[in-house]
């Protein structure tokens, strides 16, 4: 399994950037797929998943209101919609893929596929 994420690059502040996250090797079913982020000197933290079945999305709260995810089953591929970005928001962010449940996503124990990252800058 492969997932290529895709769509970063540099931003001013208020500005909006989609990243994408294709799959290939299987289908995702009830799992959860989401995107991650490690901004310089932190530790990597949850941004948001998706049920890939059914569509219900969880976000963290730094973003909720501005970043928006959602998938394409046809195209097997996840997205980020990232509105109003801020110099906050600069970070490398990943996406992943895991069986679940939920909060075994949000803590980053339950991923069993990790794509390579994608670098967000956000200048002010």
């Known amino acids: 399994v492969q997932l290529q994420a895709s769509g970063g690059g540099l931003v001013q502040a208020g500005g909006s950037l989609r990243l994408s996250c294709a799959a290939s090797?299987?289908?995702?079913?009830?799992?959860?797929t989401g995107w991650f982020r490690q901004a310089p000197g932190k530790e990597r933290e949850f941004v948001a998943s998706?049920?890939?079945?059914?569509?219900?999305?969880w976000y963290a709260d730094s973003v909720k209101g501005r970043f928006t995810i959602s998938r394409d089953n046809s195209k097997n591929s996840m997205y980020l919609q990232m509105n109003f970005l801020q110099p906050a928001d600069t970070a490398v962010y990943y996406c992943?893929?895991?069986?679940?449940?939920?909060?075994?996503?949000?803590?980053?124990?339950?991923?069993?596929?990790w794509g390579k990252g994608t670098l967000v800058t956000v200048s002010s």
């Open positions: 992943a893929a895991g069986q679940g449940p939920l909060r075994s996503i949000v803590q980053q124990i339950g991923i069993n596929y």
């Open positions: 090797g299987r289908t995702f079913g009830r799992w959860f």
């Open positions: 998706i049920r890939w079945n059914g569509g219900s999305t």
